[in-house]
């Protein structure tokens, strides 16, 4: 089994669609949770991140993380095509020596059409 | 803002040739990772670095060294490339101790070895 699950899609929606993109998880230890947009031939950008369980909102993003069900998600409300790239969730447990080990997801590649 | 920056952006190797992957930051981070990424999979940790000096390895770090002389640069050595090893490769920092901190990540170096 995989730390960290992903659907891969891809997953194409109209624009001004709510997005819902979702990763679960095994390893109980995790604390850090994150969301990465990768544009085509990109390096990833952190987009959001949320320490241990609750949500967080920022402008049309919302990311919600359930560590009981060890579940997290990614909103998007009123999806632009500016949007469209691959998702990536990540994740890590306690810091060693200050450096932050993610485990990645496997990403979600979504197009937002007009 | 250079941010963090890889070179080459592409090459192409023949199997059982070797080089090195540049990267330099100039935030002054501590704290310095490469990853890989295969088609359609997360990325994965192959070595990461909290100071000049100091490496350790990640989750892959089999066919690959590493080394840290100072801050700025983190160079990824292949020894005697593989067809496995044909990958995107992205070098990555951050700063301070504690969880959720960005991590930057570079545009990325696309290998293929033949």
């Known amino acids: 089994q995989k730390e960290v699950e992903q659907d891969p899609g891809p997953l194409s929606v109209p624009e001004g669609a709510i997005v819902s993109l979702n990763c679960t998880y095994s390893?109980?230890?995790?604390?850090?949770f994150m969301w990465y947009r990768q544009y085509s031939r990109k390096g990833p950008e952190l987009l959001m991140y949320?320490?241990?369980?609750g949500n967080k909102e920022d402008g049309r993003f919302t990311a919600q993380v359930d560590k009981s069900s060890k579940y997290i998600s990614l909103f998007i409300r009123d999806s632009q095509p500016s949007d469209s790239a691959t998702y990536l969730c990540?994740?890590?447990?306690?810091?060693?020596?200050?450096?932050?080990?993610?485990?990645f997801g496997q990403g979600t590649r979504l197009t937002i059409n007009p | 803002n250079a941010g963090v920056t890889q070179t080459p952006k592409f090459r192409i190797l023949k199997i059982g040739q070797s080089m090195t992957l540049q990267c330099t930051q100039d935030?002054?981070?501590?704290?310095m990772y490469w990853y890989r990424q295969d088609p359609g999979m997360g990325l994965k940790l192959i070595y990461y670095?909290?100071?000049?000096?100091?490496?350790d390895k990640g989750e892959v770090p089999n066919g690959y060294n590493v080394s840290r002389s100072t801050t700025e640069d983190f160079p990824l050595r292949l020894e005697l490339a593989a067809p496995s090893q044909t990958s995107v490769y992205f070098c990555?920092?951050?700063?301070?101790?504690?969880?959720?901190?960005?991590?930057?990540f570079g545009e990325g170096s696309w290998l293929t070895v033949v």
């Open positions: 990540a994740m890590s447990g306690l810091i060693i020596q200050g450096a932050q080990k993610l485990v």
């Open positions: 949320t320490y241990s369980s």
């Open positions: 935030m002054n981070h501590n704290y």
């Open positions: 990555a920092s951050s700063s301070s101790v504690g969880g959720g901190n960005t991590i930057y």
């Open positions: 670095s909290v100071g000049a000096g100091i490496t």
């Open positions: 390893n109980s230890a995790f604390q850090y």
